[in-house]
C-alpha cells in the first residue's frame, strides 16, 4: 500500500470544493491509498466475464410499467 501524494489529495479536495484542514492531509493519503487499489480490483472483476453471465434476482418494476403489462389470464 502506498500513500496518495498529499499534493493530490489537496488538489482533489480543492476540486470539488471540499473543505480540508491540513492535520487531515496524511490520513486521508494513508486511506486513499488503501482504497484505490482495491477499488481497481474491483473494478477489473467487475469487467470480466463471470459478472456479465449473472442476471439479478430481484426484478425492479414501476407501478406504471406493472400497469401497462398484460397479465395471463387463468
Excluded: H
Excluded at 470539488?16 to 486511506?31: A, I, K, M, T, Y
Excluded at 481497481?40 to 456479465?52: D, F, G, K, Q, Y
Aim: hydrophobic share 45%.
Amino acid at each position: 500500500m502506498s500513500a496518495v501524494p498529499e499534493e493530490t489529495v489537496r488538489a482533489l479536495a480543492g476540486y470539488v470544493s471540499l473543505p480540508l484542514d491540513e492535520d487531515r492531509l496524511g490520513p486521508l493519503s494513508e486511506l486513499l491509498g488503501a482504497w484505490i487499489p482495491a477499488a481497481e480490483t474491483l473494478s477489473a472483476r467487475m469487467r470480466s466475464v463471470e459478472p456479465a453471465e449473472l442476471e439479478p434476482v430481484i426484478a425492479f418494476t414501476s407501478a406504471q410499467a406493472a400497469q401497462d403489462t398484460p397479465r395471463a389470464s387463468s
